[in-house]
């Protein structure tokens, strides 16, 4: 079956996922024929804003997608969200797919679709996911470092839940530390 978009993109640091971000890939995996899922600020790790690897997140991703989403990663260049930001994007996923992409899906309330706006004769579709889950990331982190398993898996993936020692780990490993090249 032919689906309404032959390539959607999902960017994100995913710092730790949850539900919400969970419920984006689903909606691009039923719209698009393609989902590339662009880990951002790749390149940061052991912070208290980032404290898991690239390599931590990709894992984590192919744990509930397989091989169904393709990721990459996506370095931060400490520009902010603004068109300077989406030309970086863009030119990331022409690198990796030969093409731009015809839907962007978001998670967030203000538009993101004004990243693309330098680029003339470029027409790409904006889908925002509203919340079904009152979570953020911030909060998942919360629950790990108070010890809160109960109320951290509330928000998971089951097939994460055996990773909620070394999430633990990690991020109690990375409190204080706010050293970071990212805005």
């Known amino acids: 079956m032919k689906k309404a978009y032959k390539l959607g993109i999902i960017v994100g640091r995913f710092q730790t996922f949850h539900k919400g971000h969970q419920d984006m890939i689903r909606k691009a995996l039923q719209l698009c024929e393609r989902v590339g899922v ?16 690239y390599e931590m997140r990709e894992e984590t991703l192919r744990k509930i997608y397989k091989d ?65 889950v009152d979570i953020s990331a911030s909060r998942l982190r919360e629950h790990i470092i108070n010890n809160e398993y109960g109320e951290w898996k509330k928000y998971c993936d089951r097939r994460l839940w055996s990773s909620f020692g070394e999430m633990r780990r990690i991020i109690l490993g990375s409190q204080g530390n706010t050293d970071t090249s990212s805005i």
């Open 68 to 132: 169904r989403i393709e990721i990459y990663p996506l370095p931060d260049i400490g520009v902010g969200n603004n068109s300077k930001w989406g030309d970086y994007v863009l030119a990331n996923v022409v690198k990796r797919f030969g093409e731009a992409p015809d839907l962007l899906v978001s998670g967030k309330e203000v538009r993101r679709i004004d990243w693309f706006d330098s680029v003339n004769g470029l027409s790409i579709a904006e889908l925002y996911v509203p919340k079904t």
């Open 38 to 53: 662009f880990i951002g600020s790749s390149q940061e790790s052991g912070t208290n804003k980032n404290p898991f690897t």
